[in-house]
């Protein structure tokens, strides 16, 4: 452990050598002492000897010396200040960096499923995985001590600076990353706030198609209509039929839950999101979605896990692992969300109905709430506690307002 560096590490351990090297060799070109009458003796007798051994190529080093410009104050000064950060422990301060090559947009590369992907994972209770987060911003790869935001999902962090440079966060995203980054609400960088990078080439190929004959713009706005149009085309795909007045009523619902702000439309962000949740949910099992929290979602399951085991048996019940499963959207206290959409997927969450479905009444999914109380008196041990609050747990990644997923009754 105490061998083996990452690669962040390495630079930084890179910066300061090439920080306090060329400090010393600044000082030692201000402040060369004049040398004394037997030194210049001894150095003439030794250069000789080396000139000897050398040749001509120590004309041609003599000759780039004299060329050299003698160091400014400027850059004397721009040294010992930044000699001074490094000892004062600040690093280097992002606006003295060019990072006009540096900051480009990461290339998303989608992720692949394993063979043990649908393997259960084992997570002990009794171990917690504590991560700690990087030291450096994942875009310019500098500490600069406060300046750094984390990541509430993974272990990156971030400066203000570098992603407005990217250009993922506008000015109001910004600020709520100042404002919630380091509270206990917490902040998802631009990685883990996008569920759909969770889906493979497959996975998105097909979404895409869908899309395409249901004759859905990409990056545009959907309104209530055509977010009905969408349920109709895919109610008519998957079991031959329209939707009867109680779906379409649901649908309605729907998107009143991802448009909490009463705008009238609903980002393509939170449509894509709801799409992209559903269509884990059809095609991933309960193992697989375990294998996709981080280490801090992980770590925040075993808290409220064991907050639920008064008895410390290393078991709750059915209703309070269900009653448990609103506190991960903790971050969307607000007014907005008695009316928000996690009233979206629970039907397909409690009943395994695709994604292109609505559900009523008379849907095989209309006892799921009466399945729920039944199960209320049922023991739940801990990896069964995580294999059911892996979605919700992912659904609640997002920073926006919206709801992708309903909760459960």
């Known amino acids: 452990m105490g061998v083996l560096m990452s690669k962040k590490q390495q630079v930084e351990k890179v910066q300061k050598c090439n920080a306090v090297v060329n400090a010393f060799q600044q000082g030692m070109k201000v402040a060369a002492p004049p040398a004394t009458h037997d030194q210049a003796d001894d150095n003439v007798g030794g250069a000789t000897d080396v000139a000897a051994a050398r040749g001509e190529s120590e004309e041609g080093g003599e000759e780039e010396a004299d060329a050299a410009p ?13 000699w001074s ?30 063979a043990n992907d649908d393997q259960a994972l084992e997570v002990e209770l009794g171990k917690r995985d504590q991560p700690s987060n990087d030291e450096m911003c994942d875009v310019c790869e500098v500490w600069t001590a406060d300046d750094l935001y984390p990541c509430r999902i993974c272990t990156r962090v971030f400066h203000d600076g570098c992603l407005r440079e990217l250009g993922y966060l506008r000015a109001e995203a910004l600020q709520e990353m100042r404002d919630s980054a380091h509270t206990i609400t917490g902040w998802s960088c631009y990685y883990c706030d996008n569920v ?38 895919m109610s008519k795909q998957q079991y031959e039929k329209d939707l009867t007045d109680e779906q379409e009523e649901d649908v309605l619902g729907q998107f009143a839950a991802m448009d909490p702000e ?5 980002e393509w962000s939170d449509f894509l999101y709801f799409e992209s949740m559903s269509v884990l949910r059809k095609l991933r099992t ?13 770590d925040r399951a075993r808290t409220l896990f064991l907050g639920l085991d008064l008895d410390k048996d290393g078991l709750i019940t059915g209703g309070e692992s269900r009653q448990a499963q609103p506190s991960w959207f903790h971050k969307l206290n607000k007014e907005s969300q008695s009316c928000n959409v996690r009233l979206m997927l629970s039907s397909a969450l409690n009943c395994g109905i695709s994604h292109v479905g609505a559900m009523c009444e008379s849907s095989p999914a209309s006892s799921a709430s009466e399945r729920s109380k039944a199960d209320d008196s049922r023991s739940v041990t801990w990896a069964d506690f995580l294999k059911e609050s892996a979605i919700y747990i992912i659904a609640a990644r997002p920073n926006s307002s919206a709801m992708h997923i309903r909760l459960p009754l």
């Open 70 to 82: 003698p160091p400014t104050r400027d850059g004397c000064n721009v040294n010992k200040e930044a």
């Open 85 to 114: 950060r490094m000892r004062d422990g600040k690093g280097v301060e992002p606006e003295d960096m060019q990072k006009s090559h540096q900051l480009t947009p990461p290339a998303f590369v989608r992720p692949k499923r394993d």
């Open 196 to 233: 759909n990078l969770l889906l493979t080439e497959e996975e998105m190929y097909s979404l895409v198609e869908t899309f395409k004959q249901c004759k859905i713009i990409p990056e545009s706005c959907l309104v209530s209509d055509e977010l009905l149009q969408y349920r109709h085309f």
């Open 262 to 266: 009463k705008k009238g439309n609903i």
């Open 286 to 298: 309960e193992n697989s979605m375990v294998r996709l929290l981080s280490s801090k979602e992980r």
